[in-house]
């Protein structure tokens, strides 16, 4: 089961999940792993996140946060931003990270710029090869029951654009990964899990059109269900995602 791919996995949520305790000098802290849970042939689970090693398919759950406002989140822990987001949930962003690490998706870091040494002020924008792109592209897709069946839906179709009216465009997300602040995982401290609005520390962030605008996401009015509704988060490889042309 991933036996190469664990080690470094490990490596990465023993940094993640450390306990904050004063250190003692004359002992050595046991490293804190967390336990993935084989579930059948391919499927795996680790805290509340689920996943698949043929699919690649991650689902977790969340719920539903707001149906009125602006949004800066899709998705925030629920002891974040909750007043942005769409909506929240209470699984550990360190274990969807490892389920995204585990599966193999490259992490794509291109929509931040380098900051410039000299004066730290933002510089030029990072080279992605494009295999790296295309990989770190995926789908996010929602599933909740209404009148005892099961929906399922895009999640861009719950989301609006306050000027056009109309629903955010279909396409994919980023995992860009996040990283760490001060020796902790970025998502655990802040909770930003996926943002609309472009977050540095966010899992995963949303590449189309005004993702650096904060004013101009709403929840999309009729479509999106009803606050504290418990929705399941699928996340897949983004099937129409290939190399992009070099400009």
Partial sequence: MYPRLLISAFAFATLALAQEEPAVPEKTAEPVKPSVKQLDETKFQVGEVTFDKK?????????????????????????????????????????????????????????????????????????????????ARVAIDVEWTENDKVRHASINEWIQHAV?????????????????SEGKYSPEVTGDVIAIFASNAAILNYPGVDHDNDDVWTPFPKRVPAEETPITVIITPYQNSKPLPKP
């Fill in 55 to 135: 699919s690649r398919e991650i689902r977790f759950p969340t719920k539903i946060n707001m149906v009125e406002g602006q949004l800066e989140f899709l998705l925030v822990h629920e002891n974040g931003k909750a007043h942005e987001a769409l909506l929240t949930t209470a699984i550990s962003p360190t274990h969807l990270n490892l389920a995204f690490t585990l599966l193999r998706y490259p992490p794509s870091r291109e929509l931040y710029s380098v900051p410039d040494m000299d004066d730290g002020q933002p510089g030029q924008m990072p080279e992605i090869p494009a295999e790296v792109k295309a990989g």
């Fill in 164 to 180: 056009t009216a109309a629903a955010m465009p279909a396409g994919p997300w980023i995992y860009g990964g996040s990283g760490f």
